[in-house]
């Protein structure tokens, strides 16, 4: 027997498998965003740190690995095309594991979510129904190319932030703080559509209207890198408008190593997509944790 006949006539999911499926890697983008929020407000992260480290939990390793393992299910006949190695495709994962999996980590998310409070449970059902209209017929928003990376993008890093403010403050966030998470949201629409490179091919045959499809790799590198750019102009222009200009000045600062890196992207969108992930991604959430300190500074004196 192969080794391929014999994963797909396994019984149970391999653990190994079982954490490939929710993405380890994903996890960061959202805790950090979490972490954003706590910084934004002048409030003791230390004197509440239960809150901070079960927030951080949820967002990363809980919601945000519920989302990839409910995408994977999903999307196991895309991915049988562009990653057919992926848990599901490979059959790693056999039968109907991947949505029990999902379905579980929701309930369990919903669990978590309400010990954070009011606040925290109902940012928590937004993420969860997110995830699910983001990957499943007959919503599936991942289909488009405008509304799908956007969504993602207010999952992985406004909900989180805000969530984080609301969490430990137990209130509604200010309007700067509000605004900054929205605007940070916005410009991760850009880095999802550069992630949508990767499946270019198998988005292509299965009806997915991901922008590298529907515009060509070119045109959705120029649109992901205007959305990028734009949004943390204006987090700049605020952070001068708000009397914050040292803040405005080190956000400046990473924004133009970003642009130096896409004119690099931009020469090869598809071949650069990764490296600019792993460059110019890293200076734009450094910015997001500059931008916290500066609104707590600012709350600090209200």
Same mark, same amino acid.
């Given at each position: 027997?192969? @080794?391929?006949?014999?994963?797909?006539?396994?019984?149970?999911?391999? &653990?190994?498998?079982?954490?490939?499926?929710?993405?380890?890697?994903?996890?960061?983008?959202?805790?950090?965003?979490?972490?954003?929020?706590?910084?934004?407000?002048?409030?003791?992260? !230390?004197?509440?740190?239960?809150?901070?480290?079960?927030?951080?939990?949820?967002?990363?390793?809980? #919601?945000?690995?519920?989302?990839?393992?409910?995408?994977?299910?999903?999307?196991?006949?895309?991915?049988? !095309?562009?990653?057919?190695?992926?848990?599901? /495709?490979?059959?790693?994962? &056999?039968?109907?594991?991947?949505?029990?999996?999902?379905?579980?980590?929701? @309930?369990?998310?919903?669990?978590?979510?309400?010990?954070?409070?009011?606040?925290?449970?109902?940012?928590?059902?937004?993420? #969860?129904?997110?995830?699910?209209?983001?990957?499943?017929?007959?919503?599936?928003?991942?289909?488009?190319?405008?509304? *799908?990376?956007?969504?993602?993008?207010?999952?992985?890093?406004?909900? &989180?932030?805000?969530?984080?403010?609301? !969490?430990?403050?137990?209130?509604?966030?200010?309007?700067?703080?509000?605004?900054?998470?929205?605007?940070?949201?916005?410009?991760?629409?850009?880095?999802?559509?550069?992630?949508?490179?990767?499946a270019l091919e198998g988005d292509r045959l299965h009806? @997915?209207?991901?922008?590298? !499809?529907?515009?060509? &790799?070119?045109?959705?590198?120029?649109?992901?890198?205007?959305?990028?750019?734009?949004?943390?102009a204006l987090v700049v222009a605020l952070l001068l408008?708000?009397?914050? /200009?040292?803040?405005?000045?080190? #956000?400046?600062?990473?924004?133009?190593?970003?642009?130096?890196?896409?004119?690099?992207?931009?020469?090869?969108?598809?071949?650069?997509? /990764?490296?600019?992930?792993?460059? *110019?991604?890293?200076?734009? @959430?450094?910015?997001?944790?500059?931008?916290?300190?500066?609104?707590?500074?600012?709350?600090?004196?209200?």
């Amino acid at each position: 027997m192969s @080794v391929s006949t014999t994963l797909h006539n396994s019984a149970r999911p391999q &653990p190994k498998a079982m954490l490939e499926l929710i993405k380890p890697i994903t996890w960061f983008p959202p805790m950090w965003a979490y972490l954003c929020g706590i910084a934004s407000i002048p409030v003791s992260a !230390v004197a509440h740190w239960p809150m901070v480290l079960l927030g951080v939990i949820l967002a990363g390793p809980v #919601v945000c690995g519920m989302s990839q393992a409910a995408n994977d299910w999903c999307d196991r006949h895309v991915d049988a !095309v562009n990653e057919p190695h992926r848990p599901i /495709p490979s059959g790693r994962i &056999p039968g109907r594991w991947g949505l029990w999996i999902a379905l579980a980590m929701s @309930v369990l998310s919903l669990l978590m979510g309400w010990l954070l409070g009011p606040w925290g449970f109902a940012s928590t059902v937004v993420g #969860v129904l997110s995830a699910w209209a983001y990957s499943v017929e007959p919503v599936r928003l991942k289909r488009s190319g405008w509304w *799908g990376p956007g969504l993602v993008g207010l999952c992985y890093e406004g909900l &989180p932030w805000f969530t984080g403010a609301a !969490v430990l403050s137990q209130g509604m966030p200010s309007f700067q703080v509000c605004t900054m998470a929205l605007l940070y949201a916005f410009g991760a629409h850009g880095i999802m559509t550069l992630n949508d490179f990767k499946a270019l091919e198998g988005d292509r045959l299965h009806g @997915v209207r991901s922008l590298p !499809v529907t515009l060509g &790799p070119d045109v959705a590198a120029r649109v992901a890198c205007t959305v990028m750019g734009l949004a943390q102009a204006l987090v700049v222009a605020l952070l001068l408008v708000w009397g914050r /200009p040292w803040y405005a000045l080190a #956000v400046t600062l990473l924004l133009l190593g970003q642009i130096r890196a896409m004119k690099t992207l931009l020469a090869d969108p598809k071949g650069k997509a /990764p490296w600019y992930q792993a460059t *110019g991604i890293g200076m734009y @959430v450094s910015g997001m944790m500059i931008t916290a300190f500066a609104l707590r500074t600012m709350e600090s004196f209200q």
